[in-house]
Nanobody
C-alpha cells in the first residue's frame, strides 16, 4: 500500500497550492481520505477529510473557507486545494487513508491506517 503526496512548495502569503495524493495497492474508492499537517515542534494536526464517495467533506476551523478537498476515484487520487495561504499554514502535509465508519474519529491520526510520506508547504510573509 502506497500513498504518494506531491505538490508542495514555497508560496507567498495569499497564494495558492494544490496538493495531490496518489494511492496504489488499496481499493481507493472504499477509503475515506484525510489530510493532516505537522509544523516543526508541533503535533500532527487535522486539516480536512473527504468521504469515500466524495459526497461530504469536513475541515478544521483553521482552514475552513480557504481549503477544499476533492477526489478522483478513477485516478486513485485525492486533492487538497489551498487558497489564501498564510504563514501559519507552513508545515509538512500528509495524506492518509481510513476504513473506519466512526466518522467522528476522523480528526484523529489514529483513525488512519495508511499514510503518505508528506510534502513540505512553506508560506512566506
Amino acid at each position: 500500500v502506497q500513498l504518494q503526496a506531491s505538490g508542495g512548495g514555497l508560496v507567498q502569503a495569499g497564494g495558492s497550492l494544490r496538493l495531490s495524493c496518489a494511492a496504489s495497492g488499496v481499493p481507493f474508492s472504499s477509503y475515506t481520505m484525510g489530510w493532516f499537517r505537522q509544523a516543526p515542534g508541533k503535533e500532527r494536526e487535522f486539516v480536512g477529510v473527504i468521504r469515500s464517495s466524495g459526497s461530504r467533506t469536513y475541515f478544521s476551523d483553521s482552514v475552513k473557507g480557504r481549503f477544499t478537498i476533492s477526489r478522483d476515484n478513477a485516478k486513485n487520487t485525492v486533492y487538497l486545494q489551498m487558497n489564501n495561504l498564510r504563514p501559519e499554514d507552513t508545515a509538512v502535509y500528509y495524506c492518509a487513508a481510513s476504513s473506519t465508519v466512526i466518522y467522528s474519529s476522523l480528526i484523529i491520526p489514529g483513525a488512519y491506517g495508511y499514510w503518505g510520506q508528506g510534502t513540505q508547504v512553506t508560506v512566506s510573509s
